[in-house]
């Protein structure tokens, strides 16, 4: 495969970073960007959430929202795609400007505010990629949100589990965005586990023979009880694993004025430390007894194998993919699968926790 990244990626980052993206998905749609053959190293090869990953990459919620592009990503080499947030009506978001690039410091800052097209535009597109038997294979998530004006949160995610439970193989309660007001309040020990309990039973009332896993997404920025809560609440309610983490509202000291100064949610690079962090207290505190997906700052296989060891079974990015284009996919899988042979792991599960305390040192 020819990489032209090299030459269309200045191009993108010299124009608005909304605009960049736009263009990014048409050409993804258009299928002007080119698919990666060849089977994966059998080495990333691996079974989560009851479903077989032909390797534990995948794409970050927020990339696309309306779930428009997921076999051309998927044909990226990502082992799995998610996409949304999805809200139960069409929304515009936040006024732009939103999204901002940092690019010395290979981060992001946002504060779309759940743009979308709405659940039934997104429902119709997983419809048609149901019936569709070209469909790329790979993992596909649905990442749910709230409306802005919705009072009662569970509400809009129960509409989101009952009408994407059936098209999705896993579902996303995303309730970390620091861009809707009160969202992250939802962490806290009592709402999360009353929303939590809300969403699992429209789960179950759907009647499906095969349910899908049903995962919670959390922030970065959290203190040492809302860590706790939220790994008691995930083990006792029986949520199916946590997405660890969205967005900071953290300011790094390494992110210059004045765009420190923007409103909205952190990502890339400078994220990689805090969220891995999380990452590590959330796979300790839940026992290892949960799948976590690890997702901030990944933009190399040495970070995605770190997060592995520190508690992953799978790994997710998005900012990394605006500065490094789509070829990134293949040498982080490439990279990852030699870290795992050097260190003598015969598979990603071999090595998921490996840096956590009590584990063997390899
Ligand atoms: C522009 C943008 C939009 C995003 N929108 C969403 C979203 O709608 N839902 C969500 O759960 N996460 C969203 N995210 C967060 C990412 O999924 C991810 O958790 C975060 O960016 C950290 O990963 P990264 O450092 O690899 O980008 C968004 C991130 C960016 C940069």
Known sequence: MIDLYPVVGPLLRSLDPERAHGLTLRALAAGLVPSVRGADDPILRTRVLG????????????????????????RLGFGFAEAGSVTPRPQPGNPRPRLFRATEQGAVINRMGFNNEGLEAFAARLERRRDDPRRAPGVFGANLGKNKDTEDAADDYVIGV?????????????????NTPGLRALQGREPLRALLGRVLDARSARG???????????????????KADIAAVALETGIDGLIVSNTTIARPA???????????????????????????????????????????????GADAYAKIRAGASLVQFYSALVYAGPSLVTAIKR????????????????????????????
């Open 51 to 74: 479903m077989d990953f032909a390797n534990p990459v995948g794409l970050a919620a927020g990339f696309d929202k309306n779930a428009e592009v997921v076999d051309p990503v998927l």
């Open 162 to 178: 009952a009408r994407l439970a059936p098209l999705a193989d896993y579902l996303v309660v995303n309730v970390s965005s620091p």
């Open 208 to 226: 499906l023979t095969r349910p899908p896993p049903l995962l919670l997404k959390v922030a970065p920025d959290l203190t040492e009880e809302d």
């Open 254 to 300: 390494e992110i210059p004025e004045p765009l420190r100064n923007e409103a909205g949610g952190l990502s890339g690079r400078p994220l990689f430390g805090p969220s891995t962090a999380v990452l590590r207290d959330l796979h300790r505190l839940t026992g290892g007894r949960l799948p976590l997906v690890g997702v901030g700052g990944v933009a190399s």
């Open 335 to 362: 990279d990852l699968a030699d870290l795992l042979r050097r260190d003598g792991f015969a598979s990603v599960a071999d090595a998921v926790g490996a840096d956590a305390a009590g584990a063997e040192a390899r």
